[in-house]
């Protein structure tokens, strides 16, 4: 079975450096607290907490992408003094691996193709004799690595039969 998935995978998520965001109400009776972006007082009546620190919803940005992390999954990446969404450090921090047909370098936030213990490039999977593309669901064959379509893997057995390969 073909399975489609993005590049993050378990490996990755133990040194993910991710941090949890909380949207606080602000008593109307107690100080202010500074915001750790713009150093301004927060006068909002919510602000966010996160990193230990406090932030107008406006001011908690990813530095990539200028989204409001407040409104995004409630959590942030941070790396190099950067505060990321999980998007952006996915994309610039996260590595899957390489691709079994092309072995070049698949981004974590690249969609791939796995199949038992490899990944691959969408544009890679394909049959690596007849060039068929497969869908989610197809089936197809994995033999000494190569993936082969039922097709092709039906008749190299044929083949084999009459004329076994020697490696
Ligand atoms: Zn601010
Ligand atoms: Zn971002
Ligand atoms: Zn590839
Ligand atoms: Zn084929």
């Not at 109400?25 to 996160?50: E, M």
């Not at 409630?74 to 998007?87: E, M, Q, V």
Request: proline share 3%; glycine share 8%.
């Amino acid at each position: 079975m073909v399975l489609l998935g993005t590049g993050a995978g378990q490996p990755m998520q133990k040194r993910e450096k991710s941090f949890g965001i909380q949207m606080l109400s602000v008593q109307p009776d107690t100080k202010p607290k500074g915001c750790a972006g713009c150093n301004r007082k927060i006068k909002d009546r919510y602000l966010l907490k996160a990193l230990d620190k406090y932030w107008h919803e406006d001011c908690l940005k990813c530095a990539c992408c200028d989204c409001r992390l407040g409104e995004v999954g409630s959590t942030l990446y941070t790396k190099a003094n950067l505060i990321l969404c999980r998007r952006d450090y996915l994309r610039l921090f996260g590595v899957t691996g390489n691709c079994a047909a092309c072995s070049k370098l698949i981004p974590a936030f690249e969609m791939v193709m796995r199949a038992k213990e490899n990944v691959y490039h969408l544009d890679c999977f394909a049959c690596q004799l007849c060039n068929q593309r497969f869908c989610v669901g197809d089936k197809f064959f994995l033999k000494n690595n190569m993936i082969l379509c039922q097709t092709d893997y039906e008749e190299g057995l044929m083949k084999e039969g009459y004329a076994p390969q020697v490696r």
